[in-house]
C-alpha cells in the first residue's frame, strides 16, 4: 500500500518561498511509471492542479503557475518537492502531494498540509 | 487554462438518480478521453470514482458511472445512498500534458 506524507512550514509570510516536501512510502519513486504530482484545495473551495515530475526528472506545470513553481525529486531520499516563489495570500491552502498514472487518474493521496500566508 | 465547469449543487432523494456535468474545451476533454472524477468528504483526501471517462477502479461501486459527449463529461450515481454525499471534483487531461480540475460540485442527499 503507498502512502504519501506531506511535511514542511504550515505558516509562510508574504513574498517568500513556500518549500513543502513528500516523502513516499510503501513504493520506489525510481521504479517508474508513476508522475508525483502536487495538488492545492483553497479553503471551502475548488482543487487546482499545480504540477508533477517523473522519476526521470522531467516536469510539468499549471501554466498560471510556472514562473514561481518548481518539483524536483530526491530518489535517493524516496521524496518529491515543491517550491512556490513569492507567495502571496491567495496562495493560502492545503497542499497535497498524489500519485498520478498519467492523464489525471490519481490514485493516491496524501493527507494534506495547510499552508497560511501571512505576516 | 481555464477550470472546467461543473454546478455548484446537485441533490436528490435516497434511491434516485443525479447526473453531474463537466463542461470543458477542445483543448482538454473534447480532446482526451482522460477525464477522472474524485470524490471528497469533508476533511478528506480526494478519492478517485472514474478514470479514462468510463472506468471505475477496483473496490468502486458500480452505482457510479461516467460518459463523455464533445467538451462535456457526466458523472451518474444510481441507487443514491447516504454515504454518496460529498464533494465531487471532475478533472481532465490537457494540453502540454497538463491537467485542470473542474470547480467541484457539492452533492446532498435528502
Known amino acids: 500500500q503507498v502512502q504519501l506524507q506531506e511535511s514542511g512550514p504550515g505558516l509562510v509570510k508574504p513574498s517568500q518561498t513556500l518549500s513543502l516536501t513528500c516523502t513516499v512510502s510503501?513504493?520506489?519513486?525510481?521504479?517508474?511509471?508513476?508522475?508525483w504530482s502536487w495538488v492545492r484545495q483553497f479553503p471551502e473551495s475548488g482543487l487546482e492542479w499545480i504540477g508533477y515530475i517523473y522519476y526521470s526528472g522531467s516536469t510539468y506545470y499549471n501554466p498560471s503557475l510556472k514562473s514561481r513553481v518548481t518539483i524536483s525529486v530526491d530518489t535517493s531520499k524516496n521524496q518529491f518537492s515543491l517550491k512556490l516563489s513569492s507567495v502571496t495570500a491567495a496562495d493560502t491552502a492545503v497542499y497535497y502531494c498524489?500519485?498520478?498514472?498519467?492523464?489525471?487518474?490519481?490514485?493516491?493521496w496524501g493527507q494534506g498540509i495547510l499552508v497560511t500566508v501571512s505576516s | 487554462q481555464s477550470a472546467l465547469t461543473q454546478p455548484a449543487s446537485v441533490s436528490g432523494s435516497p434511491g434516485q438518480s443525479i447526473t453531474i456535468s463537466c463542461t470543458g474545451t477542445s483543448s482538454d476533454i473534447g480532446s482526451y478521453n482522460y477525464v477522472s472524477w474524485y470524490q471528497q468528504h469533508p476533511g478528506k483526501a480526494p478519492k478517485l470514482m472514474i478514470y479514462?471517462?468510463?472506468n471505475r477502479p477496483s473496490g468502486v461501486s458500480n452505482r457510479f458511472s461516467g460518459s463523455k459527449s464533445g467538451n462535456t463529461a457526466s458523472l451518474t450515481i444510481s441507487g443514491l445512498q447516504a454515504e454518496d454525499e460529498a464533494d465531487y471534483y471532475c478533472s481532465s487531461h490537457a494540453s502540454s500534458s497538463t491537467q485542470v480540475f473542474g470547480g467541484g460540485t457539492k452533492l446532498t442527499v435528502l
Open positions: 479514462d471517462v468510463t
Open positions: 498524489a500519485r498520478d498514472l498519467g492523464y489525471s487518474e490519481i490514485d493516491y
Open positions: 510503501g513504493g520506489s519513486i525510481s521504479s517508474g511509471g508513476y508522475y
